[in-house]
Nanobody
Framework: VQVVESGGGLVQPGGSLRLSCVAS????????MRWYRQAPGKERELVAT????????NYSDSVKGRFTISRDNAKNTVYLQMNSLKPEDTAVYYC???????????WGKGTLVTVSS
């Protein structure tokens, strides 16, 4: 099982980034996918969730209206579109997959997002 994030980088305040998470080794359509983030010196924070098969989404209050989570089951990929980025969005962003049949959790190694002028 692998979960691999990409798309992080340095962006100015007000800018946008799209993160991608490619999963392999399990039935992607049978998983709940989440994005978390961890800023320096802080605990890991849940950012966004997308459920299968409904496609229903949830967001933390801190990103609601600015971030959008989506998934492409044909590509085994989940995305996080981040708009109107703020310096406080600076963090390592992690992708999490929970398999609905076993309850097992799998994590990627993270991708760093830095919002700074």
């Amino acid at each position: 099982v692998q979960v691999v994030e990409s798309g992080g980088g340095l962006v100015q305040p007000g800018g946008s980034l799209r993160l991608s998470c490619v999963a392999s080794g399990f039935t992607f359509s049978g998983s709940r996918m989440r994005w978390y983030r961890q800023a320096p010196g802080k605990e890991r924070e849940l950012v966004a969730t997308i459920f299968n098969p409904s496609g229903r989404t949830n967001y933390s209050d801190s990103v609601k209206g600015r971030f959008t989570i989506s998934r492409d089951n044909a590509k085994n990929t989940v995305y996080l579109q981040m708009n109107s980025l703020k310096p406080e969005d600076t963090a390592v962003y992690y992708c999490n997959a929970r398999l609905l049949d076993s309850g097992m959790d799998y994590w990627g190694k993270g991708t760093l997002v830095t919002v700074s002028s």
